[in-house]
């Protein structure tokens, strides 16, 4: 403290902001793309020469061929379940195979968060196909996404914002997909999002912050300091009447500063939570480098085709230019994201008949494997020209890099200038259902912006530049609110390119074509103007040149803020659904029809959250991982006490649950609402399309229970189908807490585990 407060007392001499006399954006890009590809150079070679054992560190059994559990994916979800599952059984050998390696230490600060994206050395980088109804501002109308390619996936290069989703998307989950399975219940869930949280976000300690958060996970919730201008949107957000609180409390519909995954100051990855800093199980087996391209199943007969019920019995993959096969024992887990899991599925004969056949891959399984791609579709609202906000060239500043230093504070430690959010409803929401998000992004117009949106969005950097002129050029403070629809009714399709594994899936998200889409956003559009034209708090206005594509239209009409939309709308990189529950996999997250193979990670979400998408897939790793180590019981072992130390209080959720009732005469644990979604009165046409969809193909199914039986009825369906559990009987669970040092530099000792 007394050094800490020495170094403040002399940087104290210097002035408020000691500009770095170069354009920081600039020099960041460059920084960023040599320190990344030069260390991935780096590990990459260290990991070529540990191969080669010349200086072979890891454990001996890893260099079997033979694993009890194959994990493809060290991602979001991934890294749960690989760490889960070897801790709660230290006889079991695992083998996790990620395509990509260590991140970068750059990969570590989350202000870096807004120029990450493009790193080909790190990232999957993907386009979709042109978009007919959006992203007509984007280079050939394609949509820019990306995805990690590294330990951590997604989790080691994403804005970090933890946000859950509304209660009522999980029960809809349980009723739509689940065949009203009460494990997939926001109730049931709720146990999953709570173990991995150490909560230490703006409601700590506050409310009811006990009943719907955890304390002592291993993964950190923080928030953070630096947000330019978030008293003045959270007063306007008071002005207009929406409360403030916390989003993954009881109610969403409110306003908040962000919640994100850090720790003092760094990004808390799956990797760097699950594994790094917690501890490395001595049985976990990780393959850097190896990017898988088959899963190979036993029953086929020498013609490729498969009779009788096929078995997974291990995977291909190939590393630094060598291919291996590894098999396995108890079940090969895909993690391998939204994108990578469909595709490995896809290659190796489990998908749509008819477009594999066409693509002459041999038939293993008939599933709609790509079908139900769901994103959220973004929109910029603004800019509004309003201080405070962040102008890289102005404020990363050698100050900023000392209190980032010192203390894990300030802008360095924060994600991409994401200053608050709220949550509120479109008029085709039901009460207390909100279906719109807008995050405040404080990014001030600066020279290079328009490149950096580029990198960002993939929208073409002279429309931008056109459209910002001159006011970028002169360094003029904004913000940007990126506002978006939590329950598109839009649904895309993922499909094969070709044949070859390192080429790129086709992705279709189909951004706004459901019509209801355009008009849901169009209402949070204007309500997001309204909110900065007309409260004392914000009071601006709105960027008085007219969008590039929308001048003909009358400014600010309903049609021209329709054209904005439609311009300025693409991917925010929350996809889910490609291998949706209920149609890929079954309530155990098993492929259906196949044995020995599960898929846990975002696809098989069957229906996005009205939320970013890690907090949903953390808890699917969590959930996942409970399945795979106890059996179909997975869920009952929570209800019967094995997170003790997790135990939230149940009657306090009860209560919760008799006002839900209140409001939507929901019948827990009792099948499917007729009265809010049932009989069709509700359900979109994209629901309907998709039902229609999956019905064509018939292929063996998994219910755990029909959808209109009773609780009782229902549990005594699942404990009857629950196997003995997989766990080695021998292994006793220690469920001692793992205490986390506050310290985030002493937690690195390699022998500390957790369990
Ligand atoms: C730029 C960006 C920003 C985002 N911002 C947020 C945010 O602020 N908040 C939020 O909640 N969500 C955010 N998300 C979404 C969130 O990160 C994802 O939903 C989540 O990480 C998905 O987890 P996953 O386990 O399904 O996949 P991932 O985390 O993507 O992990 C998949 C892993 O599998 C590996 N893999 C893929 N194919 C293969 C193969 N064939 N062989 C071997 N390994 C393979 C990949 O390299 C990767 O490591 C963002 C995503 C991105 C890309």
Not at 120 to 126: D, L, Q, R
Not at 192 to 202: I, V
Not at 491 to 499: E, I, N, W
Not at 648 to 668: C, F, M, P, T
Request: proline share 6%; with cysteine; aromatic share 12%.
């Amino acid at each position: 403290m007394t050094l800490i407060n020495a170094i403040n007392k002399i940087l104290g001499v210097f002035p408020d902001r000691w500009p770095i006399p170069l354009p920081a954006s600039a020099v960041i890009v460059v920084a960023l793309t040599l320190s990344i590809n030069s260390w991935v150079a780096f590990d990459r070679a260290k990991d070529f020469v540990t191969e080669n054992e010349l200086i072979n560190l890891t454990p001996k059994h890893c260099q079997d061929s033979t694993f009890d559990y194959i994990i493809v994916g060290a991602g979001a979800a991934g890294m749960i379940v690989a760490t889960r599952l070897a801790n709660a059984s230290r006889g079991a050998t695992i083998l996790l195979l990620e395509a990509g390696g260590e991140p970068s230490l750059l990969n570590d600060l989350p202000s870096m968060d807004f120029f990450l994206l493009n790193q080909k050395e790190n990232t999957w980088i993907y386009n979709t196909t042109p978009q007919a109804y959006a992203c007509g501002a984007c280079d050939d109308r394609k949509s820019l996404t990306t995805r990690g390619r590294m330990l951590g996936g997604s989790t080691s290069t994403n804005f970090m914002m933890y946000v859950r989703g509304n209660r009522e998307d999980f029960n809809r989950w349980q009723h739509e997909d689940a065949g009203g399975d009460p494990q997939w219940s926001y109730k049931a869930l709720l146990p999953y999002f709570r173990k991995s949280e150490d909560y230490n976000g703006a409601y700590a300690n506050r409310g009811e912050s006990y009943v719907y958060h955890g304390k002592g996970g291993l993964l950190n919730i923080a928030t953070y300091d630096y947000m330019p201008g978030i008293d003045q949107f959270l007063n306007a957000a008071r002005e207009k009447g929406y409360p403030i609180g916390d989003y993954n409390g009881r109610d969403q519909e409110v306003f908040s500063p962000l919640e994100v995954t850090t720790q003092n100051g760094f990004r808390e990855s799956t990797y760097r939570a699950f594994y790094r800093d917690t501890g490395k199980p001595y049985n976990l087996c990780v393959r850097k480098y190896a990017h898988v391209t088959k899963v190979n199943f036993a029953n086929g007969n020498r013609h490729g085709n498969y009779a009788g019920r096929p078995r997974a019995v291990g995977v291909t993959y190939t590393r630094h230019k060598k291919e291996y096969t590894v098999w396995v024992r108890k079940e090969v887990i895909l993690s391998a994201g939204v994108f990578g899991s469909p595709k490995l599925l896809l290659l190796s004969g489990v998908g749509p008949a008819y477009d594999l056949q066409a693509m002459n891959i041999p038939v293993v399984m008939d599933l709609p494997v790509g079908h139900n791609l769901q994103d959220h579709t973004y929109t910029i609202v603004g800019p509004f020209l309003k201080t405070p906000s962040l102008n890289p060239n102005r404020d990363i500043t050698p100050q900023a890099a000392a209190s980032f230093l010192l203390s894990g504070s300030g802008a360095i430690a924060a994600p991409a200038a994401l200053a608050g959010v709220g949550f509120f409803r479109s008029p085709y929401a039901k009460p207390s259902y909100a279906d719109l998000q807008v995050v405040q992004l404080s990014v001030a117009l600066y020279p290079e912006l328009p490149r950096d949106l580029n990198r960002l969005f993939g929208i073409t950097e002279s429309l931008l530049d056109s459209w910002f002129y001159p006011y970028h050029l002169q360094n003029t403070d904004a913000r940007f609110p990126v506002l978006w629809l939590g329950r598109p009714k839009s649904v895309g399709q993922l499909r094969l390119a070709s044949r070859n594994p390192e080429d790129n899936p086709i992705i279709d998200p189909q951004y706004l074509k459901h019509p209801e889409d355009m008009e849901a956003l169009l209402h949070g559009f204007k309500k997001v103007v309204d909110l900065y034209e007309n409260t004392r708090s914000l009071n601006t206005t709105i960027f008085p040149k007219p969008v590039p594509g929308c001048e003909n239209l009358v400014f600010k009409s309903d049609n021209y803020y329709r054209c904005v939309i439609r311009q300025f709308s693409g991917s925010l990189y929350h996809h889910v659904g490609t291998c949706a529950l209920g149609k890929v996999v079954d309530n155990s997250l098993r492929v259906k029809g196949i044995d020995g193979l599960r898929v846990i990670d975002a696809s098989v979400i069957p229906r996005t959250p009205n939320g970013n998408t890690q907090a949903s897939t953390i808890m699917v790793g969590e959930k996942g991982a409970d399945l795979v180590i106890y059996g179909d019981k997975g869920w009952n072992g929570l209800k019967e006490g094995f997170y003790e130390h997790e135990k939230y209080n149940e009657v306090d959720l009860d209560n919760l649950y008799s006002q839900i009732k209140g409001v939507h005469n929901y019948k827990i644990f009792n099948g499917i609402n007729d009265e809010q979604y049932g009989a069709g009165a509700e359900k979109s046409k994209v629901y309907h399309d998709n039902e229609k969809r999956s019905e064509q193909i018939s292929y063996p199914s998994f219910s755990p229970s029909s959808p209109h039986s009773s609780e009782e009825e229902t549990e005594k369906v699942l404990r009857a189908s629950v196997p003995e559990t997989s766990l080695d009987s021998s292994e006793e669970m220690n469920t001692a807490n793992f205490k986390r040092s506050p310290l985030h530099l002493s937690v690195h000792s390699p022998e500390y585990y957790y369990w």
